[in-house]
């Protein structure tokens, strides 16, 4: 079964500084991995996604992510954080069924970025 | 604009009424989906469709009901059977095939009194 965790369900960073949200996954296959962001009351918004190819992938707002096979992660990473970063951060894993494709969430990191 | 919409964003309801949370997407996407978000628990999976006139269970499907009659519909009830049915509700779609990404709508935030 695949599934997914990430450590930490709250992080705090100074504007400015380094993000660094972890996730590792579990998955007997090749997986497809996902980073959304959500800000409160509303709904997800896809940050980056991995399929095949590069292992470093880039995203929206200066995000970007490096899955590392070998440890089995998908760490979700930005240089500089900004106020308007703060928001929950949410890993998935897709599984793929013969019914079709479903997505495994982690329970997602609260991000606060303090001035 | 292509996207996905949810209505209402807010809803109340008694206990013991059952209450439908509409979803539309024009993205003519083949899949669509509906999670539960808890505080503290991520997106749990209540039901999903591939095609039309066919779903299946997620993992918290007890107490919830769905159809899918037209590709762009797939309206979520919550029936009376649903012993804590006060949450946030989130519709998603997607392709049938790769890339398998799913796009999300704004949520529909429900309270049953």
């Known amino acids: 079964a695949q599934s997914v965790t990430q450590l930490g369900s709250h992080v705090s960073v100074s504007e400015g500084a380094l993000v660094l949200l972890r996730c590792n996954y579990s998955?007997?296959?090749?997986?497809?991995l996902f980073w959304y962001v959500q800000y409160p009351n509303q709904g997800l918004q896809l940050l980056l996604k991995?399929?095949?190819?590069?292992?470093l992938v880039k995203g929206i707002n200066g995000f970007e992510a490096e899955f590392k096979k070998s440890e089995t992660s998908f760490h979700l990473t930005k240089p500089s954080a900004h106020m308007s970063d703060a928001a929950e951060y949410f890993c998935?894993?897709?599984?793929?069924?013969?019914?079709?494709?479903?997505?495994?969430f982690g329970t997602g990191t609260q991000l606060k970025v303090e001035l | 604009d292509g996207g996905i919409t949810q209505s209402p964003k807010y809803l109340f309801r008694k206990e013991g009424q059952n209450v439908t949370l509409s979803c539309e997407q024009n993205?003519?996407?083949?899949?669509m989906y509906w999670y539960r978000q808890d505080p503290g628990q991520g997106l749990r999976l209540i039901y999903y469709?591939?095609?039309?006139?066919?779903?299946q269970k997620g993992d918290i499907a007890e107490g919830y009901s769905v159809s899918r009659e037209k590709k762009e519909s797939f309206p979520l009830t919550v029936t009376s059977a649903q012993k804590n049915p006060t949450a946030f509700y989130l519709c998603?779609?997607?392709?049938?095939?790769?890339?398998?990404?799913?796009?999300f709508g704004p949520g529909t935030r429900l309270t049953v009194t």
């Open positions: 998603a779609s997607s392709m049938a095939r790769g890339p398998y990404e799913q796009y």
């Open positions: 998955s007997s296959v090749p997986p497809y």
């Open positions: 991995y399929t095949t190819g590069a292992t």
């Open positions: 998935a894993v897709v599984i793929l069924t013969g019914g079709g494709n479903k997505l495994t």
């Open positions: 993205l003519n996407h083949d899949a």
């Open positions: 469709s591939q095609i039309v006139n066919d779903f």
